[in-house]
């Protein structure tokens, strides 16, 4: 079952423009992930944020977390057409040495010339 | 590039067949997990090995099989095809660590077509 959900489904901004992606999840979550997926491609880790913290940057990237409304979002900066992919979030709930993660359906994202 | 490998890198079959994925996963990673991704489906975890072992198990039919060999490469059986497991197959690895900083690293996937 899809554990964390993606809003929007698509979206489609020029090049220059902030991008701005929204995961909520259902339970309670050691961390959270976010990977990038070109068409059929593999997926790339971008930003990985633990429950305790609230926010994280990685160059371009900025992702917040709120654990209170099991939400967390994605922000690109200045977009730019290479960053058209589709972008997931996924969970970690698990402990230990066994670890699962949950990923959502994704965002599909377009950035236009 | 992750340092995980997969091959093959697509795979036609017939339905009833058996086929066999193939995973490397980054050099000093324990942990290696197996995924499909489907468009009805989505990205599904399917199973984690541990340094040999099976460690968490998710969404994975009993047709399907998987193991992890002592020089730390996987192998996911798929047996009995059907039409619906036509799919994306990644594989991921991981360091292992118990800590909840634990990076999965894709490879670039194995394209199963059942017709």
């Known amino acids: 079952s899809q554990q964390g959900e993606e809003d929007p489904q698509a979206l489609s901004i020029q090049e220059g423009e902030n991008a701005t992606m929204n995961c909520s999840y259902k339970?309670?979550?050691?961390?959270l992930q976010w990977y990038r997926q070109n068409s059929g491609r593999g997926l790339v880790h971008l930003i990985l944020?633990?429950?305790?913290?609230r926010e994280k940057h990685s160059g371009r990237l900025r992702v917040t977390l709120d654990t209170s409304k099991k939400s967390s979002s994605l922000l690109i900066t200045a977009s730019r057409a290479a960053d058209t992919a589709s972008y997931f979030c996924?969970?970690?709930?698990?402990?230990?040495?066994?670890?699962?993660?949950?990923f959502g359906s994704g965002t599909q994202l377009t950035v236009l010339p | 590039d992750s340092g995980v490998t997969q091959t093959p890198k697509h795979l036609i079959t017939a339905t009833g067949q058996r086929v066999t994925l193939r995973c490397s996963p980054r050099s000093g990673d324990l942990s290696v997990y197996w995924y499909q991704q489907s468009l009805d489906q989505g990205l599904q975890f399917l199973i984690q090995?541990?340094?040999?072992?099976?460690?968490a198990k998710g969404n994975i039919l009993e047709r399907f099989s998987a193991q992890q060999f002592p020089d730390l490469h996987s192998e996911l059986n798929l047996s009995s095809l059907e039409l619906g497991d036509s799919a994306l197959y990644f594989c991921a690895s991981s360091a292992g660590g118990t800590a909840g900083t634990d990076t999965q690293y894709f490879g670039p996937g194995t394209r199963l077509t059942v017709l």
């Open positions: 339970t309670s979550i050691n961390n």
């Open positions: 090995y541990y340094n040999g072992e099976e460690r």
């Open positions: 944020i633990r429950s305790n913290e």
């Open positions: 996924a969970t970690d709930t698990t402990s230990g040495s066994a670890r699962q993660l949950t």
